[in-house]
């Protein structure tokens, strides 16, 4: 079981992406899903996040430009990036707590292999 990301790639500043990260395989069962992203030089940070429920939550960088959403019949997350710029510039990363089997001990952390994203004049 793995997560495969795609969508990423150069746009001009003010242009859009949209993300995808399918999970390949079966679980039992998918919890939170979330994009985190990590610029050169920097530590990695939550840029968006969803719940079971369909619950969001933003980075404040990026409110009112990205939307996360989730097919849960896929076990699949997107994020739709708006009005990119130069600081939304770097690898994005999804991850979904996962519990593989209906006897695990509880969920786990799985993440894709990361996307570029990359916003150029």
């Known amino acids: 079981v793995r997560l495969v990301e795609s969508g990423g790639g150069v746009v001009p500043p003010g242009g859009s992406l949209r993300l995808s990260c399918a999970m390949s395989g079966n679980v039992f069962s998918v919890r939170r899903m979330a994009w985190y992203r990590q610029a050169l030089g920097k530590t990695r940070e939550l840029v968006a996040e969803?719940?079971?429920?369909?619950?969001?939550n933003y980075a404040d960088s990026v409110k009112g430009r990205f939307t996360i959403s989730r097919d849960n019949a896929k076990n699949t997350v997107f994020l739709q990036m708006n009005r990119l710029n130069s600081d939304d510039t770097a690898v994005y990363y999804c991850?979904?707590?996962?519990?593989?089997?209906?006897?695990?001990?509880?969920?786990?952390?799985?993440w894709g292999q990361g996307t570029q994203v990359i916003a150029l004049s």
């Open positions: 969803i719940s079971g429920s369909g619950n969001t």
């Open positions: 991850k979904q707590e996962t519990m593989y089997y209906k006897f695990s001990s509880g969920y786990v952390d799985l």
